[in-house]
């Protein structure tokens, strides 16, 4: 890696996209609900579900920018590329709010959205969820690949790295649930998506500006490819055995290997998938025909990573109700705060809060302290780090649901004397200290887990959970909709319905609470059986750390 490029000085340009790109999304992801179902005139359930399919959806599009920026293009271009396309649906967005002609009329009760109106509008949110997606799949691993991680000192800024990025969209995000979402909701929601069209420009220019500093790590063979691979040669060589010496293992000499691809160590699990590195005799070692047991591996840890991946769903399924449902609640509540207009939609503005402090003590106090107990360069590892995020989440649900009971209780007894807003505080603070802990330490974990030509589709796997944990949410809104409307006596669901206080909302975040202790222990058993991967580098970097202490 060359010396003058890279480092924390490029990654400023990183940290200053992420936080002005992420002022818009924040912001429409926390008040979009609202503007659903009031201008666009979607009832409550079918703008929450609307919201977690769009949040679903560009989550899951991260996958297209990790894919194209490991394999065809850099993650600057791709970044830019995909940026504009945000920036065009974001603009579309703004079109729509700010014309008349392009909304339903406001005397509208029913079937409102029809015609070139929903056209435009999901046409809008599908470019931007497309745009954003790809973004969100490469920017984390752009700023990553600014460091060498066999070096001691790349390695340990790696770890602080990916803390200061946080930090940065947490910065923007607390401008986007407060000064943004204000504007949207007592100015005029075109407002409100202008200012973030112009941050995410601003953004994207900054990023652009810093091409000088940064360094390029060459493009890999397609991560697929090397998959299929895999599987097809371990499915050909079935019915042949393994021999009992690993090193007969088929494998490239270290002077044919090309100098960025990094050579890993064979280990005993998933052993079905060292078939592919079997070379039959009188055969030449050709693609689709043996693979080396670097590619086998690499295979390895992108499938140990999925049991890890599928554990932190229920967590982000907790995460959209506190983008949905919580932000309906609090439009029921006391919105005032000395006297002014608290808007429920900035109400995450609490958490993020708590974060832009804890984040700098988290790095400078905690880190310190622990690596000197641990030796672990982040002071935990990344996997104690998710967990002590999936318990806090738990935590959360069971907070929010006796906060609903409250808040539906004094509505019901005296429906002019609202409890307050900042009820809410208690379920937002705590699912945000979930959030600093899970999403920071998943990032970091698929990154320095994956193989060198696969990081920023890994570093995706982070956002992939998120994705499945909003179509999930959608699917129990759905499912305990249909089940309880079936078995409760007043033959109503629990989650059914424009009026919240007439439903138990109460009942379904405990359901989340208690499907969230189970997946903790599920977690728990996949955290342990996780064998981390081992390469000739790390071995090396390893020895040097050792002897500068």
Same mark, same amino acid.
């Given at each position: 890696?060359?010396?003058k ?30 503007y ?5 005139k ?37 970044i830019?590329?995909?940026g504009?396309?945000?920036?065009i ?7 729509? *709010? ?22 435009m ?28 991680p ?37 100015? *005029? ?7 973030g ?35 097809v040669?371990?499915?050909?060589? @079935? ?17 044919? @290997?090309?100098?960025?691809?990094e ?18 005799q ?43 449902? &919580? ?57 104690? @780090? ?6 806090? &989440? ?18 019901i007894?005296?429906p002019f004397k ?6 809410l ?34 570093? &995706? ?11 999930? &949410? ?23 319905g424009?009026?919240?206080n *007439? ?9 989340? *609470? ?12 996949c ?12 071995s ?5 750390t050792?002897?500068?202490?």
């Open positions: 890696m060359d010396a490029k890279g480092g924390f000085r490029a990654c400023f340009f990183v940290f200053a996209l992420g936080a002005l790109e992420n002022i818009g999304f924040v912001a429409n992801m926390v008040s979009m609900v609202l659903f179902n009031f201008i666009m979607l009832d409550i359930p079918t703008s929450s579900n609307t919201l977690t399919n769009f949040l679903g959806s560009v989550c899951l599009l991260s996958l297209l920018g990790g894919f194209i920026s490991d394999t065809y293009l850099n993650r600057l271009y791709t830019l590329i995909f504009s396309l945000e920036v649906a974001l603009s579309m967005v703004t079109i729509q *709010a700010y014309s008349k002609d392009l909304r339903p009329d406001l005397t509208c009760q029913k079937d409102c959205l029809k015609g070139g109106i929903a056209l509008f999901y046409g809008s949110l599908s470019l931007l969820a497309i745009g954003t997606g790809a973004v969100k799949g490469a920017l984390p691993a752009f700023g990553a690949d600014q460091f060498d066999k070096d001691p000192k790349g390695a340990k800024q790696l770890g602080s790295y990916f803390n200061w990025y946080m930090l940065s969209t947490t910065f923007g995000a607390a401008i986007g649930v407060s000064f943004v979402v204000w504007i949207s909701m007592n100015e *005029a929601w075109y407002w409100g998506f202008f200012m069209t112009m941050t995410a420009i601003i953004g994207f220019i900054a990023v652009a500006f810093g091409k000088p500093f940064y360094c390029f790590p060459p493009l890999g063979n397609s991560p697929l490819l090397k998959v299929a691979q895999v599987i040669v371990a499915v050909k060589n @079935r019915r042949l055995s393994l021999p009992e010496n690993p090193d007969e293992l088929f494998e490239i000499n270290d002077k044919d @290997r090309d100098q960025y691809d050579k890993l160590s064979h280990t005993n699990q998933l052993r079905s998938l060292d078939k592919a590195a079997i070379l039959p009188e055969t030449s070692p050709e693609p689709w025909r043996v693979c080396t047991v670097t590619q086998v591996e690499e295979v390895k840890v992108l499938t140990r990573m999925l049991p890890i991946l599928a554990s932190t769903i229920i967590m982000n399924t907790c995460l959209a109700q506190l983008q949905t449902f &919580s932000v309906h609640q609090g439009f029921f509540m006391d919105p005032y705060v000395f006297g002014k207009k608290f808007p429920s939609a900035s109400i995450p503005i609490i958490p993020l809060v708590f974060m832009i402090f804890l984040i700098p003590i988290y790095e400078f106090l905690v880190v310190p302290f622990a690596r000197k107990i641990t030796g672990h360069p982040s002071g935990i590892t990344q996997l104690q @780090r998710v967990g002590v995020g999936l318990v806090l &989440s738990i935590i959360s649900m069971g907070v929010a649901g006796l906060v609903e009971v409250k808040r539906r209780d004094q509505a007894k005296d609202p409890i307050s807003l900042f009820w505080s208690f379920q937002y603070g705590i699912f945000g200290l979930a959030d600093m802990f899970t999403i920071i330490g998943l990032m970091e974990f698929f990154y320095k887990e994956a193989p060198s030509g696969m990081k920023s589709l890994a570093t &995706s796997f982070a956002l992939l959970s998120l994705s499945f944990g909003y179509f999930l &949410s959608t699917a129990f809104v759905n499912i305990i909709n249909t089940v309880t409307e079936k078995i409760t006596p007043s033959k109503k669901g629990w989650i059914h424009d009026n919240l *007439a439903i138990n909302l109460n009942l379904f975040y405990w359901f989340l *609470a208690v499907l969230s202790t189970l997946n903790f222990i599920v977690y728990l058993v955290a342990s059986w996780y064998k981390h991967r081992e390469d000739t580098t790390e090396d970097s390893e020895t040097k050792e002897e500068i202490r």
